[in-house]
């Protein structure tokens, strides 16, 4: 709990989602907003991750987008 009396509210750090409510989902045809950063190439899969194209996904998409990754990369794994 923060002290009521004595502190300064006006610096208060505040915790980001990365969340954007501004920006609509890249994803065609979806209008969705309340957008997140989105890494195209996987973090897990490039070192070089940010060097990559980024863009906005809905949650919806995001997750999506992750689960079809990780079930092509499952797929992968299991052809070795």
Same mark, same amino acid.
């Given at each position: 709990?923060?002290?009521?009396? &004595?502190? /300064?509210? /006006? ?8 969340? &954007?409510?501004?920006?609509? @989902?890249?994803?065609?045809? @979806?209008?969705?907003?309340? +957008? ?10 490039? +070192? /070089?991750? /940010? ?6 996904? @809905? ?22």
């Amino acid at each position: 709990f923060l002290p009521l009396k &004595d502190y /300064d509210w /006006d610096n208060l750090p505040l915790y980001r989602n990365g969340i &954007d409510n501004s920006i609509p @989902c890249r994803y065609i045809g @979806c209008e969705n907003k309340g +957008t997140e950063l989105h890494h195209f190439a996987p973090k897990q899969f490039f +070192t /070089d991750a /940010d060097n990559w194209p980024m863009g906005y996904l @809905c949650k919806y998409h995001h997750i999506l987008w992750h689960k079809v990754i990780n079930s092509v990369h499952e797929r992968v794994q299991a052809s070795e």
